[in-house]
C-alpha cells in the first residue's frame, strides 16, 4: 500500500528509551533561542548602528539557527530512513520515500525556506534598497522559515514529550514550553511595527496582537498538562523581551547610516513585553473548567476573555509607559532609534490618535481574538495526540 | 501682453542634476589637500555609493568621508565616519562606499588629515532612485523551483502529520486517517495557493510604491510667444511638479553664479548651433526669455536649476520654431555658437589624449583658447565667475552634463556644502587669467557624444563645438 509504512514494524509501544533526552532536542532549543536572540539583535542593530553586510554578529546567530536546524533535521531524516535509528523509524512519518520524526520534516521545510529567503531577500535590497521595514515578501519568507523550524522544534519534543511518563514528562514538558514561548516571541517581532508603546491606544494595536497571540498561547496551553502552561509561556516571553532591555543598552553602538535624526550612543532594545502574563493567567484558570466544551465555545471564551483582560491591562499600563517613571533602564522607554526625528510620537510621549474608525476595529479585534482563539484551541488538541 | 503661443512642443526625460550621468565629479581642495573626488551613487535609494579621491599629493595620511543630507536637522547629526582604503598600488588614490539611506539632496563629508593638518570638502550628491532591477532569469527560475518545492513539501507535511502523525509507535495508517490526510491536503493545497497569491499582489503593491519613488524630474513645456512690444518673441517656460516621494517646489531655486536657471539650447538633430541662454523666473514656477534670433527648426531645451535644498535638476523639452525668428539681440551672459564659426577668428582647441575616452573612467579634458594664428589669446575673461563652461550631450539624447572647471556639481550646491569657503567656489576676483579651462567629468556610457565648450575672451563669448567617441 502506497500510504503505508513500508519496512517491518516492530510494535513498541512507549518502549523509546528516554532517560537522557537526545542531543538534537538540546540543540533544536539552542538553535531557536539563537534565532530568537539574533532577530531581535539585528533589529537593534539596524535602530542603533543601521548598517549592516551579510556577516554581522546577530546574522550569524538568525543562519546559526539554520544550521544547526539543517544538521539535526537532516541527520534524524537520514538516519531514520537509512535504518540507524530503528527505535525512532517506528515512531516516524513517512514523506517523499524518506522517513523521520514529524518535526524533523518541519524544521526541513523551514531550513529550506531560510536558505531561499537569502537569495530573495539579497534580490530585494538591490531592487528596491536596503532593509527599511521588518514587513517585505522575503522577510516574510525568512520568518516563515525561522517558524516552521521552532515549530518543528516543538513538534519533535512534542512527540517524545506525548510518549514519556512521569519525570521524562516533565522535563520534556519544560523545553515544549520554552520553544512554545519562543513562537511567541517571533509572532510578536512580526507585530512589532504596530505594537509599540505609542500605538496601545489604537486599534491596530489590539489587531495585530490578536492575530500574533491567542493561537500560540493557547495552543501550547492546551497541548500541555501543565496547570499553568499558558502563564509560564507568556512569563518566559515576557523575561526574554525584557532582558533585552536590561542587556543590550549596556553595549555601545553608534549610528553607521545617515538620515541620523536623533543621537544614538548604545543599542536600542525593543519596547517593554507586553503584559500577556495576566490575560495568561485567565486562560490558564478558565481552561479546566472548558475542556470538556464545544471548541467554538471554548475559543468564544478564551478569545474574548484574552481580548477583554489584555484590553484592560496594556490600556492602564500604556499610561504608565507614557510616564517620567517609565523611562528608565527597566521599562526602557526612553530608547529611541537614531531615525527617530525630534517630533515623532515617541520623541514626545504622546499616544498615536485612534483610529477614525477605532469601535469598528476594536470589534474586528475582538472577533479576530476569537477566531485566532479557534485555531489555537483546534491546534492544542491535535498537539495532544502527536506521538510522531 | 502675451498672444497666441506659436506653438508648443515638450517631453520629459530620466534626470537629475544632469541626464543620464549620475556620477558626480568634483576638484576641489579639503584644506590643504587638492583632490579629484568622483562619487557614483546608487541607482535604488536606500543604496550603496561608491567614492573614488585621487590627492594631488602624497601627504594625505587618512580620507574619512561621511554621507549626510545637506541640509534639515539631519545635517546636524552625522553616522561614524567611514575610513576609505589606501589603494597598494598608487599612494594617492583612495576608495570606499558609502550608504545613502532616504532620496533628496545629500553631501559627502571628506576629511582629510596628514601632515598639513586636517582639511575639509562636501561634495553634494544627489541621492534618487532611477532605476528598478528585474530579476535575472536564472534567479527567477532557482526561487520559482523552491518555491514549488516549499509548497509541495507543506502539503505533503501535513499530509504526513494528519496521517501518521498521531499514531502509536510501530502501528499504520488507517484507511480513515488516509482519507482525512487526502482531505486536508486538498484544504492545505488551497491555502497554499491562497499564500502565494496574497504574496504576489504584496509584491506587486511593493513594486507599485517603489515605481512611485524612482525619480522623475521637474516637468517643463516651452512655448513661444508674441509680446506687444513685436517683434520681441519670447521664450516661455512652464514648470510642473509632477508626483515624487520627495517634496519640492517649482519656484525655490537658489541663483547659481548669478543665474536662478542655466538653459542650453541645441538645434536638432545636428546639434551644430547652440545657445546658452539665462530665463528670468517672471511667476512662480515660469521662467521667460527675450529670444535671440533663431532659424526655424527643432531644438532641444536642457534647463539647470538648484533647488533651496541643494537638489540640483536638468529639466528637458524640445522646442518647435517654424519660422526664423528676428528676436532680440544676445546681451549679458547670454551666449551663441555655431559649430565651426568664430565671430572674430579665435577658437577653442581641445587637447586631447591620444587614445579615446572610456565610458565611467573619471577625467580631465582640457581646452585652450587661442587667436585665428593659433596663439593663446592675451585677453582671457571669467565667463560667469569660471574659465569656461563646457556640456557633454551625447548624440541620441541620453546623455546631458553641464559641466564648470571645478567639475559636475552645480555652484550653488556646493556653496551650500561648503559654507566657509564663501559664497561660491568660482574666480570673480582673479586676474592675469590663462586661456585654459580643464574640465573633471567620465562619460556614463559608450557611444558618440558632441562637447560644447564656451570661453570667454575681450568681451566676445567663443564657442567650441567638438565630437568625441567613447569606447
Given at each position: 500500500?502506497?500510504?503505508s509504512?513500508?519496512?517491518?514494524?516492530?510494535a513498541?509501544?512507549?518502549?523509546?528509551?528516554?532517560?537522557?533526552?537526545?542531543?538534537?532536542?538540546?540543540?533544536?532549543?539552542?538553535?531557536?533561542?539563537?534565532?530568537?536572540?539574533?532577530v531581535?539583535?539585528d533589529?537593534?542593530?539596524?535602530?542603533?548602528?543601521?548598517r549592516?553586510t551579510?556577516?554581522?554578529?546577530p546574522?550569524?546567530?538568525?543562519?546559526l539557527?539554520?544550521v544547526?536546524a539543517g544538521?539535526?533535521?537532516?541527520?534524524?531524516?537520514?538516519?531514520?530512513?537509512?535504518?540507524?535509528?530503528p527505535?525512532?523509524?517506528?515512531?516516524?512519518v513517512?514523506?517523499?520515500?524518506?522517513h523521520g520524526?514529524?518535526?524533523a520534516f518541519?524544521?526541513?521545510w523551514?531550513?529550506?525556506?531560510?536558505l531561499?529567503s537569502?537569495p530573495?531577500?539579497?534580490w530585494w535590497?538591490?531592487?528596491?534598497?536596503?532593509?527599511?521595514?521588518?514587513?517585505s515578501?522575503?522577510?516574510?519568507?525568512?520568518?516563515?522559515?525561522?517558524?516552521a523550524?521552532?515549530?518543528?522544534?516543538?513538534?519533535?519534543?512534542?512527540?517524545?514529550?506525548?510518549r514519556?511518563?512521569?519525570d521524562?514528562?516533565?522535563?520534556?514538558?519544560?523545553l515544549?514550553?520554552y520553544?512554545?514561548?519562543?513562537?511567541?516571541?517571533?509572532?510578536?517581532?512580526l507585530?512589532m511595527?504596530?505594537?509599540?508603546?505609542v500605538?496601545q491606544?489604537?486599534?491596530?494595536?489590539?489587531?495585530s496582537?490578536?492575530?500574533?497571540?491567542?493561537?500560540?498561547?493557547?495552543?501550547?496551553?492546551i497541548a500541555?498538562?501543565?496547570?499553568?502552561?499558558?502563564?509560564?509561556v507568556?512569563s518566559v516571553?515576557m523575561?526574554?523581551?525584557?532582558?533585552l532591555?536590561?542587556?543590550?543598552?549596556?553595549f555601545?553602538?553608534q549610528?553607521k547610516?545617515?538620515p541620523?535624526?536623533?543621537?544614538?550612543?548604545q543599542?536600542i532594545?525593543?519596547?517593554?513585553?507586553?503584559?500577556l502574563?495576566?490575560?495568561?493567567?485567565?486562560?490558564?484558570?478558565?481552561?479546566p473548567r472548558?475542556?470538556?466544551?464545544?471548541?467554538?465555545?471554548?475559543?468564544?471564551?478564551?478569545?474574548s476573555?484574552?481580548?477583554v483582560?489584555?484590553?484592560?491591562?496594556?490600556?492602564?499600563?500604556?499610561?504608565?509607559?507614557?510616564?517620567?517613571?517609565?523611562?528608565?533602564?527597566?521599562?526602557g522607554?526612553?530608547y529611541?532609534?537614531?531615525?527617530?526625528?525630534?517630533?515623532?510620537?515617541?520623541?514626545?510621549?504622546?499616544?498615536?490618535?485612534?483610529?477614525?474608525?477605532?469601535?469598528?476595529?476594536?470589534?474586528?479585534?475582538?472577533?479576530?481574538?476569537?477566531?485566532?482563539?479557534?485555531?489555537?484551541?483546534g491546534?492544542?488538541?491535535?498537539m495532544?495526540?502527536?506521538?510522531r | 501682453?502675451?498672444?497666441?503661443?506659436?506653438l508648443?512642443?515638450w517631453t520629459?526625460a530620466?534626470?537629475?542634476?544632469h541626464v543620464?550621468?549620475?556620477?558626480?565629479?568634483l576638484?576641489?581642495?579639503?584644506?590643504?589637500y587638492?583632490?579629484?573626488?568622483t562619487?557614483?551613487?546608487?541607482?535604488?535609494i536606500?543604496?550603496?555609493?561608491?567614492?573614488?579621491i585621487?590627492?594631488?599629493?602624497p601627504?594625505?595620511?587618512?580620507?574619512?568621508?561621511?554621507?549626510?543630507?545637506?541640509?534639515?536637522?539631519?545635517a546636524?547629526?552625522?553616522p561614524?565616519?567611514?575610513?576609505?582604503?589606501?589603494?597598494?598600488?598608487?599612494?594617492?588614490?583612495f576608495?570606499?562606499?558609502?550608504?545613502?539611506?532616504?532620496p533628496g539632496?545629500?553631501?559627502?563629508?571628506?576629511?582629510?588629515?596628514?601632515?598639513?593638518g586636517?582639511?575639509?570638502?562636501?561634495?553634494?550628491?544627489?541621492?534618487?532612485?532611477?532605476?528598478?532591477?528585474?530579476?535575472?532569469f536564472?534567479?527567477?527560475?532557482?526561487?520559482?523551483?523552491?518555491?514549488?518545492?516549499?509548497a509541495?513539501?507543506?502539503v505533503?507535511i501535513?499530509?504526513?502529520?494528519?496521517?501518521?502523525?498521531q499514531?502509536?509507535?510501530g502501528?499504520q495508517a488507517?484507511?480513515?486517517?488516509?482519507?482525512?490526510?487526502r482531505?486536508?491536503?486538498?484544504?492545505?493545497?488551497a491555502?497554499v495557493?491562497?499564500?502565494l497569491?496574497?504574496?504576489?499582489?504584496?509584491?506587486t503593491?511593493?513594486a507599485?510604491d517603489?515605481?512611485?519613488?524612482?525619480?522623475?524630474?521637474?516637468?517643463?513645456?516651452a512655448?513661444?510667444?508674441?509680446?506687444?512690444?513685436?517683434?520681441?518673441e519670447?521664450?516661455?517656460?512652464t514648470?510642473?511638479?509632477?508626483?515624487?516621494?520627495v517634496?519640492?517646489?517649482?519656484?525655490?531655486?537658489l541663483?547659481?553664479h548669478?543665474?536662478?536657471?542655466?538653459?542650453y539650447?541645441?538645434r536638432q538633430?545636428?546639434?551644430?548651433?547652440v545657445?546658452?541662454?539665462?530665463?528670468?523666473?517672471t511667476?512662480?514656477?515660469v521662467?521667460?526669455?527675450?529670444?535671440?534670433?533663431?532659424?526655424?527648426?527643432?531644438?532641444?531645451?536642457?534647463g539647470?536649476?538648484v533647488h533651496?535644498?541643494?537638489l540640483?535638476?536638468?529639466m528637458?523639452?524640445?522646442?518647435?520654431?517654424?519660422r526664423?525668428?528676428?528676436?532680440?539681440?544676445?546681451?549679458?551672459?547670454?551666449?551663441?555658437g555655431?559649430?565651426?564659426?568664430?565671430?572674430?577668428?579665435?577658437?577653442?582647441?581641445?587637447?586631447?589624449?591620444?587614445?579615446?575616452?572610456?565610458?565611467?573612467?573619471?577625467?580631465?579634458?582640457?581646452?585652450?583658447?587661442?587667436d585665428?594664428?593659433?596663439?593663446?589669446v592675451?585677453?582671457?575673461?571669467l565667463?560667469?565667475?569660471?574659465?569656461?563652461?563646457?556640456?557633454?550631450?551625447?548624440?541620441?539624447?541620453?546623455?546631458?552634463a553641464?559641466?564648470?572647471?571645478?567639475g559636475?556639481v552645480?555652484m550653488?550646491a556646493l556653496?551650500?556644502?561648503?559654507?566657509?569657503a564663501?559664497?561660491?567656489?568660482?574666480?570673480h576676483?582673479?586676474?592675469?587669467l590663462?586661456?585654459?579651462?580643464?574640465f573633471?567629468?567620465?562619460?556614463p556610457?559608450?557611444?558618440?557624444?558632441?562637447?560644447?565648450?564656451?570661453?570667454?575672451?575681450?568681451?566676445?563669448i567663443?564657442?567650441?563645438?567638438?565630437?568625441?567617441k567613447v569606447?
Amino acid at each position: 500500500m502506497a500510504d503505508s509504512i513500508a519496512f517491518p514494524v516492530r510494535a513498541e509501544p512507549r518502549a523509546i528509551s528516554l532517560s537522557t533526552i537526545p542531543w538534537y532536542l538540546w540543540v533544536s532549543v539552542i538553535g531557536v533561542t539563537s534565532a530568537m536572540i539574533g532577530v531581535h539583535w539585528d533589529i537593534s542593530w539596524h535602530r542603533s548602528i543601521g548598517r549592516d553586510t551579510f556577516w554581522t554578529p546577530p546574522h550569524m546567530a538568525i543562519y546559526l539557527c539554520g544550521v544547526i536546524a539543517g544538521i539535526w533535521s537532516a541527520y534524524l531524516i537520514l538516519a531514520t530512513t537509512f535504518g540507524r535509528l530503528p527505535a525512532v523509524r517506528a515512531s516516524s512519518v513517512r514523506m517523499w520515500g524518506f522517513h523521520g520524526p514529524l518535526g524533523a520534516f518541519v524544521t526541513a521545510w523551514g531550513g529550506v525556506a531560510m536558505l531561499v529567503s537569502a537569495p530573495f531577500d539579497d534580490w530585494w535590497h538591490n531592487a528596491y534598497g536596503l532593509d527599511v521595514k521588518i514587513l517585505s515578501p522575503p522577510h516574510m519568507v525568512l520568518a516563515a522559515g525561522i517558524l516552521a523550524i521552532e515549530i518543528g522544534a516543538l513538534m519533535l519534543v512534542l512527540g517524545y514529550m506525548n510518549r514519556a511518563q512521569g519525570d521524562e514528562r516533565l522535563r520534556l514538558s519544560w523545553l515544549y514550553l520554552y520553544l512554545g514561548s519562543m513562537i511567541v516571541v517571533v509572532l510578536q517581532i512580526l507585530a512589532m511595527e504596530h505594537t509599540s508603546h505609542v500605538q496601545q491606544h489604537s486599534a491596530w494595536f489590539y489587531i495585530s496582537v490578536a492575530i500574533a497571540v491567542p493561537t500560540s498561547l493557547i495552543g501550547v496551553a492546551i497541548a500541555s498538562d501543565r496547570r499553568w502552561s499558558a502563564t509560564i509561556v507568556a512569563s518566559v516571553y515576557m523575561l526574554f523581551t525584557a532582558s533585552l532591555i536590561w542587556i543590550l543598552p549596556l553595549f555601545p553602538a553608534q549610528p553607521k547610516l545617515g538620515p541620523v535624526l536623533n543621537p544614538v550612543s548604545q543599542f536600542i532594545p525593543p519596547d517593554f513585553p507586553l503584559l500577556l502574563i495576566v490575560p495568561a493567567i485567565a486562560i490558564d484558570l478558565l481552561r479546566p473548567r472548558l475542556r470538556a466544551s464545544n471548541r467554538w465555545l471554548q475559543a468564544g471564551v478564551l478569545g474574548s476573555v484574552f481580548f477583554v483582560v489584555f484590553l484592560a491591562v496594556q490600556w492602564a499600563f500604556a499610561y504608565f509607559l507614557m510616564t517620567l517613571a517609565a523611562a528608565n533602564a527597566f521599562f526602557g522607554t526612553m530608547y529611541r532609534d537614531y531615525a527617530n526625528p525630534s517630533d515623532s510620537y515617541e520623541a514626545l510621549s504622546m499616544f498615536m490618535p485612534p483610529e477614525s474608525n477605532f469601535w469598528a476595529l476594536m470589534g474586528i479585534a475582538w472577533l479576530t481574538a476569537i477566531v485566532t482563539s479557534r485555531i489555537g484551541v483546534g491546534w492544542g488538541e491535535w498537539m495532544r495526540t502527536v506521538k510522531r | 501682453m502675451m498672444r497666441g503661443a506659436l506653438l508648443v512642443a515638450w517631453t520629459a526625460a530620466c534626470a537629475y542634476a544632469h541626464v543620464g550621468s549620475p556620477d558626480v565629479f568634483l576638484e576641489g581642495s579639503a584644506g590643504p589637500y587638492p583632490m579629484y573626488v568622483t562619487i557614483r551613487p546608487p541607482s535604488v535609494i536606500p543604496g550603496v555609493a561608491e567614492i573614488e579621491i585621487r590627492c594631488a599629493s602624497p601627504d594625505i595620511q587618512a580620507i574619512h568621508v561621511t554621507p549626510t543630507p545637506l541640509t534639515g536637522a539631519a545635517a546636524e547629526f552625522a553616522p561614524t565616519p567611514d575610513a576609505l582604503q589606501r589603494s597598494k598600488a598608487d599612494a594617492q588614490f583612495f576608495t570606499g562606499t558609502l550608504w545613502m539611506m532616504a532620496p533628496g539632496s545629500w553631501q559627502v563629508r571628506i576629511q582629510a588629515d596628514g601632515a598639513k593638518g586636517a582639511g575639509q570638502l562636501s561634495v553634494p550628491v544627489p541621492a534618487v532612485a532611477t532605476r528598478a532591477k528585474p530579476m535575472q532569469f536564472a534567479l527567477g527560475a532557482t526561487l520559482f523551483v523552491m518555491m514549488m518545492v516549499l509548497a509541495v513539501g507543506l502539503v505533503s507535511i501535513v499530509g504526513a502529520g494528519v496521517r501518521e502523525g498521531q499514531l502509536e509507535p510501530g502501528m499504520q495508517a488507517t484507511t480513515r486517517s488516509k482519507r482525512r490526510a487526502r482531505i486536508l491536503m486538498g484544504a492545505t493545497a488551497a491555502l497554499v495557493i491562497l499564500i502565494l497569491w496574497s504574496g504576489n499582489s504584496w509584491w506587486t503593491a511593493e513594486a507599485s510604491d517603489f515605481a512611485g519613488n524612482l525619480y522623475r524630474p521637474l516637468q517643463m513645456t516651452a512655448s513661444i510667444v508674441n509680446t506687444s512690444a513685436a517683434p520681441n518673441e519670447r521664450l516661455v517656460l512652464t514648470l510642473a511638479n509632477p508626483a515624487w516621494s520627495v517634496p519640492r517646489k517649482i519656484d525655490d531655486f537658489l541663483p547659481d553664479h548669478g543665474h536662478l536657471m542655466h538653459l542650453y539650447m541645441i538645434r536638432q538633430p545636428d546639434a551644430a548651433r547652440v545657445w546658452h541662454l539665462h530665463p528670468e523666473m517672471t511667476a512662480s514656477g515660469v521662467f521667460t526669455l527675450a529670444l535671440p534670433p533663431i532659424p526655424a527648426g527643432q531644438y532641444q531645451l536642457y534647463g539647470d536649476v538648484v533647488h533651496r535644498d541643494g537638489l540640483a535638476e536638468t529639466m528637458v523639452a524640445n522646442l518647435t520654431v517654424p519660422r526664423d525668428l528676428a528676436g532680440t539681440p544676445l546681451g549679458g551672459d547670454d551666449a551663441a555658437g555655431v559649430r565651426g564659426e568664430s565671430p572674430d577668428g579665435a577658437h577653442i582647441v581641445w587637447d586631447r589624449d591620444p587614445a579615446p575616452p572610456k565610458a565611467r573612467q573619471a577625467g580631465v579634458f582640457k581646452f585652450r583658447l587661442v587667436d585665428r594664428d593659433g596663439a593663446p589669446v592675451q585677453d582671457a575673461e571669467l565667463y560667469m565667475g569660471m574659465l569656461g563652461h563646457a556640456a557633454f550631450l551625447k548624440n541620441d539624447g541620453t546623455v546631458f552634463a553641464h559641466v564648470h572647471p571645478s567639475g559636475s556639481v552645480p555652484m550653488a550646491a556646493l556653496a551650500l556644502a561648503n559654507p566657509a569657503a564663501g559664497e561660491d567656489h568660482s574666480m570673480h576676483h582673479m586676474s592675469g587669467l590663462p586661456p585654459e579651462a580643464d574640465f573633471p567629468y567620465g562619460f556614463p556610457t559608450p557611444g558618440d557624444y558632441r562637447v560644447i565648450v564656451q570661453m570667454k575672451h575681450g568681451g566676445i563669448i567663443e564657442t567650441g563645438i567638438f565630437d568625441a567617441k567613447v569606447d
